[in-house]
């Protein structure tokens, strides 16, 4: 999955770089609102089924009912195709009205009628991703993800260079397009049904389904909104109170989170669920979270270190010299996308394990916790609030999580968990204590990732790359 999504990463690249050269912070920061705005309507589209289609598909694979398989899959996607189209119709009567919430100019009211064609399209490429991880279809996963960025890089060039602002805003429902597309034909290649035994065809919508189905959704979709909800809330008070290209140079940072956050914790999540959902005891389930944990931290770790050193370079280079200010912000994202994975990974068994109240009750905490932080924060030392307060939100939330996986499964981080623990968080600390401002900077801070790396990384585990590696090249040759 993560081989597969570098593509992804590279298309993001090529787009954050387009955008900033073309449109500069003020362009990229209406695009980031808009993208704000789609982030939390496409959920409640999909009225918050994918979790729960993800985790009763491969319920009922597991138990061989393909019956059951089919009608989770018809009465999913009825469902968002209605609430997808509705919604659509709804943000676009309402355009001029959010254009003021969201812009603070009615102008901008295009850009929000644009948005409302994505909502649709998105939902259902959404939903048929959730499909295709109740399939543990990992490999159409990662192949879905190469087609939808080869889509994007090939849309926002011309679309951009030509249109400006109306060609970058365009490009996402090009891509949203090529994504319902490319997603059904992914799902029919690796997720195929059986024939129907009945004579007669089923309804659509199966009934019976609504509820459980609901009962996920409902969860999920105050999870989602907890979160979406927040950083629109959040980015419309600093458009408001600094500006939009204030908001464009923090795009840098919940731009660099939103690529390669995702594509960590989704990866590990892909297999990590499927397998909690079908162990039958704690200790299974544990030994599973600490794997994904040092998984994660590993990987979260390394990449953040990684950028963080080499962020007088990559700012510059793939946005402009005009986002530099985003250097005093990049130590406290990190920090907080650091204490986010260890959330996710102690509430990894939640949704599997159907214990859907905690996982709300904790986003919403979540939610509250940004909120007041940064309200108290943003008078007195501006942009900044919003970075601290993302990462005091995910320090609240990693304590509850950690404490409830503690006392319900006895979970406990191990030794070697531990010290990847404090050594990640002293590089990630000193690397922003330290910023590195110059190519000295830069170099110091590539040194201090390889001692890291030396002094947590196992010994097996490296043999066990390199294995891996190995074996992975040579197919491929």
Known sequence: ????????????????????????????????????????????????????????????????????????????????????????????????????????????????????????????????????????????????????????????????????????????????AVYVVAGGWLLRKNAPLPAEPSVTPAPRVDRSLLRPLLRYGSSALLVGLSSTLTLLVLRSVLVSKLGLEPNGIYQVCVGISGLYMPLILSSITAVVWPQIAAQTSDAETTATMRQALRLGLLLMTAAAGAMLAGAPIWVPLFYSGRFLPALDLLPFQFLGDYVRTIAWMCSIWLVPKNRLRPWVLFDLVYGITLIVTFSLLVDRIGLRSAVIAYMVAHMSHALLHYMLARKTLGFRLGPDNLRLLLASLALLAGLGTFTPRNLVGVGLGVLALLVWAVLVVRPDEWRRVWRRGVAFVRSRA
């Open 1 to 176: 999955m993560g081989i597969g999504s570098a593509a992804t990463v590279v298309a993001a690249i090529l787009r954050a770089k387009t955008l900033a050269f073309l449109l500069g912070p003020g362009g990229t920061g209406i695009l980031a609102q808009l993208s704000t705005l789609t982030s939390m309507v496409v959920p409640l589209a999909t009225l918050g089924l994918g979790n729960g289609v993800t985790a009763m598909i491969a319920s009922a694979r597991a138990r061989g009912d393909f019956s059951l398989v089919r009608r989770i899959r018809s009465t999913s996607v009825s469902l968002t195709w209605t609430v997808g189209l509705l919604l659509a119709a709804i943000t676009a009567l309402l355009a001029p009205w959010l254009s003021d919430a969201l812009f603070h100019d009615r102008q901008y009211a295009w850009v929000v009628l644009t948005g409302a064609a994505v909502i649709p399209l998105s939902a259902i490429a959404s939903l048929r991703v959730s499909i295709l991880q109740g399939y543990e279809a990992v490999k159409a996963m990662a192949g879905l993800s190469v087609i939808v960025a080869v889509a994007s890089t090939a849309a926002i060039l011309p679309l951009a260079w030509f249109l400006r602002l109306q060609g970058a805003v365009a490009h996402l429902v090009v891509v949203a």
